[in-house]
C-alpha cells in the first residue's frame, strides 16, 4: 500500500485532481452562488498539490536526509498558515492591498526557487539552453512582481502617495531598465555561468518593479493589480517549466491568463489602452479644477431632507464607490436598502466594472453585507434606465460618475464610459468634501441643478437617513 501511494501513477493522479480542482475553482468564482464551493475547491486543489509534491520529492529521491528535509517543510508550512490566517482576516476595505501582498509573496517564492535552481544548475553544469531562458523570465517576472506589488500594496493603504509620481524622460529609463534586464537574460542564457551577472539582472528587474508603478495614479490600482496577478502567474508556469512539474505550469497559466484576460477587461471598461494605464501618469490633479470649483455652487442637504425624497420615490438606484468601502458602510447601506424596499421601493445598485480599488470590489463589499445579488446591475445592464430613476444616490463614487467623461474631449477620461446618474430626476452625492476623485478631476455632476450633495462621512450620513426612514427604530 505505501508503495501505491508513493507510485508516480498515484501522484500524476493526485495533480490531475488538483489542476480540475483549479479549473473548476475559476469557473465557479464567476458566479455568486457557486463562488464559496470555488473557493473551497482551490483550497482542496493546493492542499492536494502541495501533498502530491512532497510525496514527488520523496520518490524522486531529491531529499537527502529526508526526515529533517520533511520536518523543515512543515515548519514552513506552519509558518506560511500563521502568516496565512491573519492577513486573511482583513477588514474588507483591506482586501485590495491584501491581494497585492500575496502577489508579492507569491513573487518572491517564484524569485527564490528560480535563483536556487541557477546556482544548483551551474554547480552541477546542468543548465540548457531552455531552462535557462525559462528561468530568466522566471525571475524577472518574479523580481518585478515583488516590488511592483508592495507599491502597489502601499498606495492602496495610503501609505505612499496615491498620485503619479513622474519626471521627465521617466518611460525611456523605465524601458532601458527593462531592456538591459533582458539583454543580461539573453546573455545568461548562452553563457550561464557569468555568474556575477545574475544578480544585477534580478536586482534591475526589483528596481523595474518599483518605476513601473509609480507614475500610475490610484484610479488605476485595479487594472494593475490585475495585471501583478497576470505577471506572478506567468512566472510560476516559468518555475513549473524550470522544475518539470506540470502542475505549477497549469496553474501558473490559468493564473496568468485569467489576471491579463481582467486587465483587458479593466482597461475596456476604462476606454484606455495597456500603455495609457503603465506610462499615461494617470491621475495627476488638473490645475483648472479649482477654479471651476470656484465659478460654480453646489446645493447641499441634510440627512432628514435627503430621507424625505427617498421616502417619496418609487426608484431608487445606489451607486457604491470606494467611499463607501473607506467609511465600511455597506452593512448600513444594506439597512437603507431594506428600509426602502419596506416601504415598497424598488431599490437596485449600479455597479462599474472599475469601481473600488480592485475588480469585483464593489460586488464583494455589497455581498458581505448580504444585498440580494440580483439587484446588482451592471453598468451596461442599468444605464438606459436612469432617465425612468427617480433618485440615484451615489456613496463615495467620483470618477465613474463623471459626465465631463462623454462630453468634454480635454478631460483625461473622456470616452470612458461612465454611469448616467445625471439623467435620473434627482441625484443625491454622499461625499466628504469637494476635492476630486483618484483621477484628479473635477466633477460638473456636482454643479447639476438635479444633484444634491450631502456631505459627511457616509457611513455616518446613510446611518442618519435610515433613522430618518424608521424613524428612529
Not at 498515484?10 to 475559476?26: C, D, H, K, Q
Not at 523605465?174 to 542564457?189: D, S
Not at 452593512?331 to 428600509?339: C, G, I, Q, S, T
Not at 478631460?411 to 430626476?425: A, C, F, Q, R, T
Request: hydrophobic share 50%; with cysteine; net charge neutral.
Amino acid at each position: 500500500m505505501t508503495d501505491f501511494f508513493g507510485s508516480q501513477a498515484f501522484i500524476g493522479f493526485v495533480y490531475l485532481i488538483a489542476s480540475a480542482l483549479f479549473i473548476l475553482s475559476l469557473k465557479w468564482m464567476n458566479a455568486p452562488p457557486t463562488a464559496r464551493r470555488g473557493i473551497l475547491s482551490g483550497e482542496i486543489g493546493m492542499v492536494l498539490a502541495i501533498g502530491g509534491t512532497i510525496l514527488q520529492l520523496g520518490t524522486e529521491g531529491k531529499l537527502e536526509h529526508i526526515a529533517i528535509s520533511y520536518t523543515w517543510i512543515f515548519i514552513a508550512l506552519g509558518i506560511g498558515t500563521a502568516i496565512g490566517i491573519p492577513l486573511g482576516m482583513v477588514q474588507m476595505t483591506a482586501v485590495p492591498q491584501r491581494t497585492a501582498l500575496s502577489h508579492a509573496f507569491g513573487a518572491f517564492c517564484v524569485t527564490l526557487v528560480g535563483t536556487a535552481e541557477y546556482y544548483l544548475g551551474v554547480h552541477a553544469g546542468n543548465l540548457p539552453t531552455f531552462k535557462m531562458s525559462v528561468l530568466c523570465c522566471e525571475v524577472i517576472l518574479g523580481g518585478l512582481t515583488i516590488t511592483g506589488s508592495l507599491m502597489a500594496a502601499g498606495k492602496l493603504q495610503e501609505v505612499l502617495p496615491q498620485r503619479p509620481i513622474i519626471y521627465r524622460g521617466q518611460n525611456i529609463v523605465n524601458l532601458g531598465m527593462l531592456a538591459v534586464a533582458i539583454g543580461l537574460a539573453v546573455y545568461l542564457v548562452h553563457n550561464p555561468s557569468a555568474t556575477y551577472l545574475y544578480p544585477f539582472m534580478v536586482g534591475i528587474a526589483v528596481v523595474f518593479g518599483v518605476m513601473l508603478v509609480i507614475p500610475i495614479g490610484g484610479a488605476d490600482m485595479p487594472t494593475v493589480i490585475s495585471l501583478l496577478n497576470s505577471y506572478a502567474g506567468l512566472s510560476a508556469a516559468a518555475m513549473g517549466f524550470v522544475l518539470q512539474n506540470k502542475l505549477l505550469i497549469i496553474a501558473g497559466a490559468l493564473d496568468g491568463s485569467s489576471g491579463f484576460i481582467l486587465s483587458v477587461i479593466m482597461c475596456k471598461a476604462m476606454n484606455r489602452s495597456f500603455t495609457n494605464v503603465l506610462f499615461g501618469a494617470f491621475g495627476q490633479v488638473q490645475a483648472s479644477g479649482g477654479a471651476v470649483q470656484e465659478q460654480r455652487t453646489v446645493r447641499s442637504a441634510s440627512a432628514d431632507e435627503a430621507a424625505g425624497i427617498l421616502a417619496a420615490a418609487s426608484r431608487v438606484v445606489v451607486v457604491p464607490g470606494y467611499g463607501m468601502a473607506v467609511a465600511q458602510a455597506q452593512h448600513k447601506v444594506r439597512e437603507l436598502y431594506d428600509a426602502l424596499t419596506k416601504k415598497g421601493i424598488d431599490v437596485e445598485f449600479a455597479i462599474h466594472p472599475v469601481a473600488g480599488r480592485m475588480p469585483g470590489h464593489m460586488n464583494v463589499l455589497l455581498a458581505e453585507a448580504d444585498v440580494p445579488y440580483d439587484h446588482l446591475k451592471e453598468m451596461d445592464e442599468i444605464n438606459g434606465d436612469f432617465p425612468q430613476v427617480d433618485v440615484s444616490l451615489v456613496i463615495g463614487a467620483n470618477d465613474v460618475t463623471n459626465p465631463a467623461a462623454k462630453t468634454d474631449k480635454a478631460s483625461p477620461i473622456y470616452g470612458m464610459p461612465v454611469l448616467d446618474v445625471e439623467k435620473s430626476h434627482t441625484v443625491m452625492v454622499i461625499k466628504r468634501s469637494m476635492n476630486p476623485g483618484f483621477a484628479g478631476i473635477d466633477n460638473p455632476l456636482y454643479y447639476m441643478n438635479n444633484t444634491l450633495m450631502l456631505f459627511g462621512d457616509a457611513k455616518a450620513f446613510v446611518t442618519n437617513i435610515v433613522k430618518e426612514l424608521t424613524g428612529g427604530h
